[in-house]
């Protein structure tokens, strides 16, 4: 199995900025398509942000557009959020994960996640 650890995450005021990595313990990490999500209390995680094998093409919810970059490290086994002028509606436990395909469904086991919270 793929085992995910996430970290990066913290307090942060509006308009801060944070990076999260995510690094995965497996085999040919380059052949998967990962994903960032997060959750919020009372909420069902959500997808944020994705990610082709090589990066070539990233796609970002419409909440996150803008402020937001996915990037990838395949010789490290790392994926990377980016997350620049933040908004208290950011907060969340973010996760990533494998994706089944691009865009789609996450594909193996969650990790612990990471906090973000943004408050001033």
């Known amino acids: 199995q793929v085992q ?3 970290s990066g ?3 942060v005021q509006p308009g801060g900025s944070l990076r999260l990595s995510c690094a995965a313990s497996v085999r040919d990490f380059s052949i998967y398509t990962m994903g960032w999500y997060r959750q919020a209390p009372g909420k069902q995680r959500e997808l944020v942000a994705s ?3 090589t990066g070539s093409i990233k796609n970002y919810a419409d909440s996150v ?10 010789a490290k086994n790392t994926v990377y959020l980016q ?3 933040l908004k208290p509606e950011d907060t969340a436990v973010y996760y990533c994960n494998t994706q089944r395909h691009f ?3 996450p594909a ?3 990790g612990q996640g ?3 919270t943004v408050s001033s």
């Open 108 to 110: 193996g086991s969650w």
């Open 103 to 105: 865009m789609g469904p």
């Open 65 to 74: 557009k803008g402020r937001f970059t996915v990037s990838r490290d395949n």
């Open 4 to 6: 995910l650890v996430e």
């Open 51 to 53: 990610i082709t094998t």
């Open 114 to 116: 990471t906090q973000v």
């Open 83 to 85: 997350m620049n002028s």
């Open 9 to 11: 995450g913290g307090l």
